[in-house]
């Protein structure tokens, strides 16, 4: 994998810096190999580590589901001056803020571009070749459709022809770099997702885990129905839930299933010691191996946050049913904040915990196709069919001795109905999905469901926090500009200006 990294990284840089010093330098033939046959490209595949982290910092800060508050800061500067610049939306000092999110994902686009420009050369048997042809146009599917919804502003036909992404389908550095519009990225990925529907593929059981690190036919259709529900499309992105969930349906049921990890930390608070309990899924220091034995997932992906602290947001606690809710019981931490430091004086607030500490499971999974199709029942006038289909998911996660009227939701009319989904996904799904969610629900044709996203907290500026300071509002609107996250300074200096900075 060394050489074939090595490789990538060059072409990376000639793809990015375009510079004409640069391209007249061979690559060292020594240290770089350049694949040839279907078992090399299934290895660049099989590098589930470099694939699977999504280190997006907009998504993890940028909802609701996030908590940014004074008395947390006062206690215990956690927040550093950057992550309450995402928290807070900003777009003046970030551009100038480096982060690694746009060129990761760039650089998964790459691999797969490397495999769809080697398929006519390519030394295989058939049978591999389509399934890396498949897989390959899945993986760049899945990482434009992640950017897009990070830096772009989101799909509604009033937004078609502002900016989206830059058009890479090969590895040539001829290639234009300059930002598409946003209906031909939209385009590039539903045309991508319908190669990748052609992939005929279990999800296989193998070492007493899914094989969730690579492609498979449910996989891919949760995606799909992921993609056609972030369009507005609610009657395919139903047929694909349902396709997923027919070939793999499976959930956890957190009445028999889930437990308190082994792992616990003991934390001196005044005179004496609080002892801090997590899920089983977590064991202190095997992210990969717990989340890949969850079996709700379809494709190993992860969100990665580097703080080590996901901060749940008061409101996003109190759509909890604290008594019942199993979730809410392993899942939310209570104490975390003492890991932190906030002992002197003592100040007590919980993390959202699945994994370890900075992991969270942000691939498709059982439980998310289950509130798709939902949802997408609900949206086409099936509102007490949607009801039912989202307490197939409650009553595996909610206590089993709890009354009847608590394990299922219920409404009087869709609008309710509708408002039941949505605080169910937030339950099922925090922090992964809820940005993304909040921009279609914003861009859609009901108003029901709009969200104005507002933050109290202190001023700051480039470098420091002015906790001294009175604090101010902060707000996200729902057609605000914003929503389109700014590409950095650097990536727009390399590219020579021909990536262009969103407008706001």
């Not at 940014?68 to 309450?84: P, Q, R, S």
């Not at 770099?177 to 991508?192: G, M, N, V």
């Not at 002992?343 to 699945?354: A, E, K, M, N, Q």
């Not at 408002?419 to 969610?437: A, G, L, S, V, W």
């Amino acid at each position: 994998m060394k050489k074939y990294s090595s490789l990538l990284l060059v072409f990376i840089a000639l793809l990015l810096t375009a510079c004409d010093d640069f391209l007249d330098k061979e690559p060292n033939k020594s240290s770089n190999v350049v694949p040839t046959k279907a078992e090399h490209f299934d290895a660049l595949l099989n590098s589930y580590r470099s694939f699977a982290s999504e280190g997006n910092r907009d998504v993890i800060h940028g909802s609701d589901d996030y908590g940014l508050y004074t008395d947390l800061f006062d206690n215990k500067d956690i927040y550093g001056v950057n992550i309450v610049q995402f928290a807070t939306w900003d777009v003046e000092y970030l551009p100038d803020y480096e982060r690694p999110y746009w060129p990761h994902e760039w650089a998964k686009i790459f691999e797969a571009n490397m495999i769809i420009s080697n398929l006519d050369k390519m030394e295989g048997t058939q049978e591999e070749i389509s399934f890396l042809e498949a897989e390959a146009h899945f993986v760049r599917a899945y990482s434009y459709y992640q950017l897009v919804n990070t830096y772009c502003l989101p799909y509604s036909e009033e937004n078609m022809q502002e900016m989206g992404l830059p058009i890479k389908q090969t590895t040539s550095f001829e290639e234009a770099i300059e930002r598409a519009s946003l209906a031909d990225t939209w385009t590039l990925i539903t045309s991508d997702l319908e190669k990748a529907l052609k992939l005929q593929r279990e999800l296989k059981f193998d070492d007493d885990k899914y094989r969730i690190w690579r492609a498979s036919t449910p996989a891919v259709n949760a995606f799909a129905a992921r993609v056609y529900l972030c369009m507005h499309d609610y009657k395919n992105a139903k047929k694909y839930a349902e396709a997923a969930l027919a070939e793999h349906g499976e959930l956890v049921d957190y009445n028999t299933e889930m437990y308190y990890s082994d792992f616990v930390e003991d934390v001196t608070v005044g005179d004496g010691d609080v002892r801090i309990v997590y899920p089983m899924t977590f064991d202190g220091g095997m992210y990969s191996q717990n989340s890949m034995a969850w079996k709700e997932l379809y494709y190993y992906r992860y969100l990665y946050n580097g703080s080590e602290y996901f901060v749940p947001s008061k409101e996003l606690l109190a759509l909890y049913d604290q008594t019942h809710d199993l979730r809410y019981k392993y899942h939310v931490v209570e104490d975390y904040s003492y890991t932190r430091g906030m002992v002197d004086p003592p100040l007590s607030y919980p993390s959202y915990v699945f994994c370890e500490n900075g992991y969270l499971p942000s691939g498709p999974t059982v439980a998310e196709m289950l509130l798709i199709k939902a949802e997408s029942e609900v949206r086409q006038g099936e509102w007490e069919q949607g009801l039912a289909t989202a307490n197939q998911l409650r009553v595996k996660r909610i206590s089993s001795d709890a009354p009847a009227d608590v394990i299922n939701l219920s409404a009087v009319n869709k609008n309710e109905a509708l408002q039941r989904i949505i605080d169910e996904r937030r339950r099922e799904m925090p922090f992964t999905q809820r940005f993304f969610d909040v921009r279609r629900y914003n861009n859609n044709d009901d108003a029901s469901d709009d969200v104005v996203m507002t933050r109290e907290f202190y001023p700051y500026n480039l470098s420091a926090i002015h906790g001294k300071e009175e604090p101010i509002t902060y707000t996200l609107d729902k057609k605000s500009r914003k929503f389109a996250r700014p590409i950095t300074t650097y990536d727009i200096t390399v590219s020579k200006g021909a990536i262009k900075q969103n407008t706001y």
